[in-house]
């Protein structure tokens, strides 16, 4: 069965880094698209990053241009950079797999709706 599991989150003061991970199990990993979104009390999830299945295209929401980096490898991981954190940052970030192998545009990694399946997501803290 696929899972994602998500790790690496915690408490970090503003400026200071973190990677998280997500590791991906039940299918080839070679065919699997990635995306990274985070979410706060009382608002929508929000997209973050996103990797197409081959690694040839990365995809950034505007606040994180610049500071965040998106990667996976060729067997079951993918993880997400954080540079430079804010405390508007804080959040817990969810990492989800598209399976289908196929070449879609930036707007469909964006939508949440994409994805097949969700991890349970890491808390990221940053304090001032």
């Known amino acids: 069965q696929v899972q994602l599991v998500e790790s690496g989150g915690g408490l970090v003061q503003a400026g200071g880094s973190l990677r998280l991970s997500c590791t991906f199990s039940?299918?080839?990993?070679?065919?699997?698209?990635v995306g990274w979104f985070r979410q706060t009390p009382g608002k929508d999830r929000e997209f973050v990053a996103a990797i197409s299945y081959s690694g040839t295209y990365k995809y950034y929401a505007e606040p994180v241009k610049g500071r965040f980096a998106i990667s996976k490898d060729r067997e079951k991981n993918a993880y997400l950079e954080m540079n430079s954190l804010q405390p508007e940052d804080t959040a817990v970030y969810y990492c989800?797999?598209?399976?289908?192998?196929?070449?879609?545009?930036?707007?469909?990694?964006?939508?949440?709706?994409?994805?097949?399946?969700w991890g349970q997501g890491t808390q990221v803290t940053v304090s001032s």
């Open positions: 039940g299918r080839p990993f070679r065919t699997v698209a």
């Open positions: 989800a797999a598209e399976l289908s192998g196929r070449t879609y545009s930036e707007d469909s990694f964006r939508r949440p709706g994409h994805y097949d399946y």
